[in-house]
């Protein structure tokens, strides 16, 4: 099972999987009946959850119902406890939305939702985030997860993020990181997709972010809290949701 989810997921083009995916998994999840553990978003139960990954495929991951990955459970987990996101009137913009997300957010009636990717056929709005069509001061709140590590100029598009953000905003901008680089590698030399692979880790990443990220989101304009959110669950809980206790989230606020 973990060769083959590897593969599609290295040689199906991303706008294809996630059209097809939801069928799959339909099929497959019923491989996976059990109660060992529990996906926080759609809240089903599962003796385990699937594999995923282009290259070294994590055991543990995948949602078979919903499709939420561990970032996905943990950033969920985080909305409901750390912020007012369930609570008070938001104006959204979602950029490159996850299926695990899109339709939850979008009967929720608190919230303004916008989406917007360029090219996900999930977002409603076809968008260059270096170049964001909205006037300054119009979202309150902002998602753009695992896309800075793909544009050519991740400063430019927090800067446009950071213009679009309404003072006293905030924003969860995760990215892959490896948490041994003091700093983030990049080199404009690197451009085939091999190399691109070998170096970053995917094929279409242009950068590996390091332990700098939230000084690159601060040269974005933001101000930065770093939360170690998920060591705050027992190891019991951690691995219930199956959790990535490593990851740092990054809580972005325009002043």
Known sequence: MKKIISFVIRKVPRPILQILSPIALSVLKLLYSGSKVQCPICDSQFAKFMPYGRIQTRENALCPNCLAL???????????????FFKDPIKLLHIAPEACFI??????????????????????IKMDVHDIPFDENTFDVIFCNHVLEHVTDD?????????????????IM???????????????????????????????????????????????????????????????????????VEEIIYYCTKA
């Open 70 to 84: 561990e970032r996905h459970r943990l950033i969920w987990l985080y909305l409901k406890e750390k912020t007012n």
């Open 103 to 124: 339709d939850l957010f979008e009967k929720m009636d608190n919230i303004d939702y916008i989406t917007a990717d360029i090219e996900s056929p999930l977002a409603k």
């Open 155 to 171: 400063i430019k598009a927090m800067n446009e993020m950071h213009r679009v953000l309404k003072p006293n905003g905030w924003a």
């Open 174 to 244: 995760q990215s892959p990181q490896n948490y041994s680089l003091d700093t983030t590698y990049e080199d404009t030399n690197i451009t085939s997709p091999a190399d691109r692979e070998k170096h970053f880790g995917q094929d279409d990443h242009l950068r590996m972010f390091g332990l700098d990220y939230n000084k690159r989101l601060e040269k974005g304009g933001f101000n930065v809290k770093e939360d170690y959110f998920a060591k705050e669950y027992n190891e019991a809980d951690a691995n219930r949701f199956a959790l990535p």
